[in-house]
């Protein structure tokens, strides 16, 4: 059974790049049939897409946060990355990666347990 | 993108009670709509996905139904476990979820 861990700073300040690790045991980021995704959760409020990364290189991001977002893959550590830049206190969140179900792209079955991210100086 | 409308926000019920909860589409989307439960401090979990197919290992008292741009989880009898909050989400398309119901103790 796939287990997804996040890993990152816990507080970034303004204006610099968030960045969190996402690592995966029990499965291969390298498969074809997932989409390996970041969602991220207010406090307290709904889940919001961030994007995801498909066959190691393809990606999606959320138009919304496209300009800033950047999620990558390291095939050799079975991780995947993302990147937000000139974060704001909006940004302040728990930051969650996931997994799809096989051959879908947006039904998320696997999460790692979420991280939260505080914007602050 | 389908925007999914949820409600209600918050829903207040004791044991036993029957809950339902309604989520409508922007825009019809057949059956292509799951139902998340979410537990404080936890990650979302999928209950029911294609409109009305229950998740392996999710009880039976959770029921989906609908189709087009109006859906409905239901939850027959209302167990301690139960109270979280629930998400629909709409995944034949990029899409967001709904806005969440969080089921309380009344």
């Known amino acids: 059974q796939v287990q997804l861990q996040e890993s990152g700073p816990g507080l970034v300040k303004p204006s610099q790049t968030l960045s969190l690790t996402c690592t995966v045991s029990?499965?291969?980021?390298?498969?074809?049939?997932?989409?390996w995704t970041w969602i991220r959760q207010h406090p307290g409020k709904g889940l919001e897409w961030i994007g995801y990364?498909?066959?190691?290189?393809?990606?999606y991001y959320n138009p919304s946060l496209k300009s800033r977002v950047t999620i990558s893959a390291d095939m050799s550590k079975n991780q995947f990355s993302l990147k937000l830049s000139s974060v704001t206190a909006a940004d302040t969140a728990v930051y969650y990666c996931?997994?799809?179900?096989?051959?879908?792209?947006?039904?998320?079955?696997?999460w790692g347990q979420g991280t939260l991210v505080t914007v602050s100086s | 993108d389908i925007q999914m409308t949820q409600s209600p926000s918050t829903l207040s019920a004791s044991i036993g009670d029957r809950v339902t909860i309604t989520c409508r589409a922007s825009?019809?989307?057949?059956?292509?709509v799951a139902w998340y439960q979410q537990k404080p401090g936890k990650a979302p979990k999928v209950l029911i996905y294609?409109?009305?197919s229950l998740e392996s290992g999710v009880p039976s008292r959770f029921s989906g139904s609908g189709s087009g741009t109006e859906f409905t989880l239901t939850i027959t009898s209302l167990q301690p476990d139960d109270f979280a909050t629930y998400f629909c989400?709409?995944?034949?398309?990029?899409?967001?979820f709904g806005g969440g119901t969080k089921v309380e103790i009344k």
């Open positions: 990364i498909y066959n190691s290189g393809s990606n």
């Open positions: 996931a997994r799809t179900y096989s051959g879908y792209v947006w039904l998320l079955e696997s």
């Open positions: 029990g499965g291969s980021i390298n498969s074809g049939y997932y989409y």
């Open positions: 825009q019809g989307t057949s059956t292509w």
């Open positions: 294609k409109g009305s």
């Open positions: 989400q709409e995944y034949n398309s990029y899409s967001n």
